[in-house]
């Protein structure tokens, strides 16, 4: 609540905020905390496959 307003905060989450009232459980808490991280935030959604699943493990003694 101090920073709200004052200074950045970055947050990754593979959970979209509109399923994070179910994670989060307690009502008041979820609008407390999407009321502060959502009202200004610059949201950046990404959308298609998981490079992770294209990229190559590389051998660990190589």
Known sequence: EERYGRRST??????P???WHDVIGDPTYADAI?????HNA????LSGE???????SSPKNA
Do not use: F, G, M, Y
Not at 10 to 15: F, N
Not at 34 to 38: G, P, Q, S, T
């Open 10 to 15: 970055i947050i990754t989450s593979q959970i």
């Open 17 to 19: 905020p509109a399923q």
């Open 34 to 38: 999407l009321d502060r991280l959502i």
């Open 42 to 45: 610059h949201r950046i959604e």
């Open 50 to 56: 998981s490079l992770r699943k294209t990229r190559k």
